[in-house]
């Protein structure tokens, strides 16, 4: 399933990427809205949640020559799109473990995106990302959701992090 999120994103990025003049170096994430996908019974089964980016400099997008520090595997940004997992229990939306993990992290669905920068002296980049999630994940059956987002570029400049609203969800 990560894989299909995987090629969904990339296309996504690829598909999304324009330039237009603006130099400010931090990234920047909108949240465009959501939507839940029902499979033929009426149960949820897909979110699909609307981002767009804009960077000034165009350094958004890991390549495969980011894998030293702090991009490598278990570095703290090989990840450049952060994405949690929330679910409300009484109240109040707390961070979900994963049912599956054997150290308890949290269920996230991170990504890597792939290198933005356009060739050119115009470097200034913007578009699309959508997201393909799962509404149960790992056979969670929280019935309110919601998810937050964050991009970093390659000078580990952070966008400011979005949320979506409560998601009620049909299990």
Partial sequence: MRFLISIFLV??????????????PIPSLELKGYDVLSDSSG???????YLSYRDG??????????????????????YNLFVDYYVKDSGVFIKKVNPLSPTRDTIAFHERIQS??????????????TLYIPAF??????????????????ALNKSKRVSTSEIILNP
């Fill in 11 to 24: 296309v996504a990025v690829i598909y999304g990427c324009g330039k237009e003049s603006n130099s400010n």
């Fill in 43 to 49: 149960k949820d089964s897909l979110i699909q949640i």
């Fill in 57 to 78: 400099d165009g350094d958004l997008g890991l390549g495969n020559d980011n894998l030293a520090y702090p991009f490598g595997y278990t570095d703290p940004y090989f």
């Fill in 116 to 129: 933005l920068t356009p060739t050119g002296r115009t470097k200034m980049i913007y578009g699309d990302i």
């Fill in 137 to 154: 994940p790992f056979g969670t059956s929280a019935d309110r959701v919601k998810f937050t987002a964050q991009i970093v570029d390659r």
